[in-house]
């Protein structure tokens, strides 16, 4: 691959590294009260105990710290912040990438509950990708132009193939970690 096609696959999960870290982050703060305030949808709970306030809020707030400490970092290198942009574009971007990470993440729980499958039951694909979904489609709402130029337009396109190649592999070595530190009940 040439370095220009190296940089943009690597530029590609730069830009994708607060929703990642929003995400699990939820599973550090999480506690207290359920979101769905324990409120049932035909019989079975709208989102169950797995997802909480303050693990939502917790995991936004760390995606952003992230983004801003990335800001902070490339700010010397690159008046773009390596696609970031610059203000207030990045503060939009990074926003949009924590919320719609931890949004994702309740849509994700939403849907499972309506298939019948128990909080904490595996969903193979919901589980790996429902946080990037999230992240993506906020991307798309309020910040296509900018979704376009960094993940769809050629030869972009390798940096959106390459973060849906590398986020099973994120999802599965996180959550072990999550597991082995006894923060997660099961390692998925
Ligand atoms: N968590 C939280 N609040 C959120 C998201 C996650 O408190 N908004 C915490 C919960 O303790 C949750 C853990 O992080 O159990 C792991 O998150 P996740 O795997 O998304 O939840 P599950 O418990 O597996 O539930 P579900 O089946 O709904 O995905
Ligand atoms: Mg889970």
Known sequence: MSNDLIEI???????TIPAYVANPSAVLFGGGRPMDFEKRLKGERIL?????????????FSGILIGVIQIAISSPIDEGHLGFGGY???????????FGSLMGDVMGSFVKRRLGIKRGQKAPFLDQYD????AWLLLLIF?????FEHF???PN?????TVIILTPFLHKGVN???????????PW
């Open 131 to 134: 946080f990037l979904i999230g």
């Open 88 to 98: 207030p574009d990045f503060l939009a971007v990074i926003i949009l990438l924590s």
């Open 157 to 161: 396109t390798l940096a959106l193939i």
């Open 143 to 147: 910040k296509w132009q900018w979704f």
């Open 48 to 60: 169950g105990d797995g997802k909480t306030w303050r693990g939502f809020f917790g995991g936004v």
């Open 9 to 15: 696959v690597l530029i590609g999960i730069w830009l």
């Open 152 to 154: 769809v337009y050629w």
């Open 176 to 186: 072990v970690l999550g597991y082995k530190m006894g923060k997660k009940d099961v």
